[in-house]
């Protein structure tokens, strides 16, 4: 069974990093591609980070390209998501999930197997 574990999230001032983790059981990182979501209230699900699952490729949504970096641990079979230079518009419940392996797509609705999600707030 494919599951999710997402950890990490919290309380941030602007400027500040976190480190999001992202726990896979039931499957291998290279059977799936990897995408980090992130839904604000009253906003809809936006793809903002993927990592191929062919070749450990990535691709970014524009508003977090130099900030955000998404990497994998085969050997934990865990996906990160190191986020810098934190701004309150990053504020949003963060999700990963599984994609095609041979795609990049930022797409939500080409990803399935959805973890719970983690909170993370940008505020002074």
């Known amino acids: 069974q494919v599951q999710f574990v997402e950890s990490g999230g919290g309380l941030v001032q602007p400027g500040g990093s976190l480190r999001l983790s992202c726990a896979a059981s039931?499957?291998?990182?290279?059977?799936?591609?990897i995408g980090w979501f992130r839904q604000a209230p009253g906003k809809e699900r936006e793809g903002i980070a993927c990592?191929?699952?062919?070749?450990?490729?990535?691709n970014y949504v524009d508003s977090v390209k130099g900030r955000f970096t998404i990497s994998r641990d085969k050997a934990t079979n865990t996906v990160y998501l190191q986020m810098n230079s934190l701004n309150p518009e990053d504020t949003a419940v963060y999700y990963c999930?599984?994609?095609?392996?041979?795609?990049?797509?930022?797409?939500?609705?080409?990803?399935?197997?959805w973890g719970q999600g983690t909170q993370v707030t940008v505020s002074s």
């Open positions: 990592i191929r699952g062919s070749d450990g490729s990535t």
């Open positions: 039931g499957f291998t990182l290279d059977r799936y591609s």
């Open positions: 999930a599984t994609g095609p392996r041979w795609s990049k797509t930022l797409r939500s609705s080409d990803y399935t197997n």
